[in-house]
């Protein structure tokens, strides 16, 4: 590479070139999804996906399954479709989070709309995720099949955990990183295993794969709940979410573990009763300075980022394993 | 079979004799739901199933399939897990329904309540869809799975498809007869053609399994849209859960077709702008009636029960299918 070459690529974010060094096989899954959202019948559903699936996600998950096949030489054409698969998947997802997620930001919003919103988020994801299934078939590999399959149950199983560990003050460190490896890192590491077994990668590459996923996902997921205390303009991520929701995550767990008499009472308050008056977030936010629960929740997350980059060893040196360590640490350096 | 065998059965009904006759592959079926259902993470999840799945449904679906491998000799241990699959199907559409049509029971509900089953219904529904894939591929039956995924994104383009429909008095028959395929006929054609393609039954077998479910799906879902309007506390099912819900279905849209300048304003007001007063159902029942709309959506689901037994003639005779041929009437014979 030249040192034009070079210079030009320092200054891009890894996951976009990521995204420019696999820009076919990117543009190959996107029209396969446009193909694959859309219906004869009910054209309700590319109206409902279309702003998901279009409004430029990073297309991360789909981009890891492209990568981990090409890692491992696969010359065939169905890395496509399991990409696909999985971005949708991880749509459908989305769309039955809005559901879940509804009641915090109901007040104040317009019952009719919402239960229409409800309605079509929930039939027009399972749609996504009949689709899903449709197209890894298409793959005609029953090992892929499994492992998606799989990590379609650990998902729902990571978020209905979620919903009963999310407000309990007994939630520990251990459920924590439960809830995170379903809801989240599930998806990245099928995202990854699936792309070796497509290549017929030896096992202990597979392995490597799934352990690069499941690290960088739950990385991923840290990260994302630290930033909602930690977070700024530049993150674009609102700040307290999380707390106004009153989701238990790592940085709350941290300093709870270490909460005297006082601060115990005012997390039972505000998060297992939800009762938050004016300036809580702010106080929420001083007593997880106080613990040092953000640093220590950032370590966390710059160790899981580690793990994924040093699993990465077992596979053969190149481009595109570079550029999957590359990813990983981008993931945490929104933390900068 | 002796005398008293033969009054013995009579006395019983279609779904009890095959019951009786599948006893051991439907429980089975039974263990290996409970199985399949329980989390080790989430103990919610068989908390919220539990009631759906053992309170003792009809278990119709898995029926059709265990049935359907039988009529074509099926051998292997694989039509059970094909039956639990169907059901775990069918259970998943039924907690998602419950999302989708909570609407109409929300006023006079605490809401907290209401989002609380939201939340699990949707999340366990999702935990029960992806164990229906995994379940599937125990079968090691790419045909299977592609038929049974198309199933499930055909239930959901129907179930979509109705959101826009229902109250459309545009809507005729024949997207009616597009919705009811899609959110029940195709489970129920699903699961009779999984049988014969596990059997390795021929082509025109597995096309007339398809047929027979097809229109017994079809028979069913028209049953039971005209029992809305014609039931009784006999059949246990609620008058005018439909109309108050303002869906279109079959005999509301036979009335609409010859409905005069007056009725239709009717329709208009309670249908499509849903200001339903007292009296109003009474008077809808009795446009019904002076258009013999009941009476002939009566003959539009005995149609399609005859030609789900004329499907069946194609395979070899038999007990099983002599049995499967009474379902068809007994799904009928709820109107008498």
Not at 95 to 104: F, G, N
Not at 286 to 315: I, M
Request: contains cysteine.
């Amino acid at each position: 590479m030249s040192l034009g070459e070079a210079t030009k690529r320092a200054a891009i974010k890894p996951h976009e070139q990521l995204a420019a060094y696999l820009a076919p096989e990117l543009e190959a899954v996107n029209a396969l999804i446009r193909e694959r959202m859309s219906s004869e019948h009910a054209p309700r559903i590319p109206e409902v996906t279309a702003h998901l699936i279009e409004a430029g996600g990073k297309r991360l998950r789909p981009m890891l399954t492209l990568a981990a096949a090409k890692a491992c030489g696969y010359m065939g054409p169905y890395h496509i479709h399991l990409a696909a698969t999985v971005e949708f998947i991880h749509t459908a997802t989305l769309l039955h989070d809005d559901v879940v997620d509804e009641s915090a930001q109901r007040r104040g919003r317009p019952t009719a709309n919402l239960l229409w919103d409800n309605k079509s988020s929930v039939l027009v994801g399972d749609y996504l995720f009949a689709r899903a299934f449709q197209l890894m078939t298409d793959a005609d590999n029953m090992r892929v099949l499994q492992i998606l399959s799989n990590a379609s149950a650990t998902i729902a199983e990571g978020e209905v955990l979620q919903l009963t560990a999310a407000q309990d003050l007994k939630t520990d460190e251990s459920v924590y990183l439960q809830v995170v490896r379903g809801k989240t890192a599930a998806l990245f590491s099928a995202a990854t295993e699936v792309g070796g077994v497509l290549a017929e990668a030896d096992d202990t590459v597979v392995k490597a794969l799934f352990d690069y996923g499941d690290a960088l996902g739950i990385s991923f997921q840290i990260v994302d709940d630290l930033l909602d205390y930690w977070g700024s303009a530049q993150t674009g991520k609102n700040i307290g979410d999380d707390f106004r929701e009153r989701k238990l995550t790592l940085p709350v767990i941290k300093a709870i573990a270490k909460a005297d008499e006082t601060e115990r009472a005012f997390w039972v308050k505000t998060i297992e009763k939800g009762k938050q008056d004016e300036g809580d977030l702010d106080h929420a936010i001083a007593l997880l300075n106080r613990h040092n629960a953000l640093e220590e929740t950032r370590e966390v997350a710059l160790d899981w980022a580690e793990k994924a980059k040093a699993a990465l060893s077992v596979l053969p040196a190149g481009e595109v394993v570079h550029m999957l360590s590359d990813i990983a640490d981008y993931v945490v350096a929104r933390l900068r």
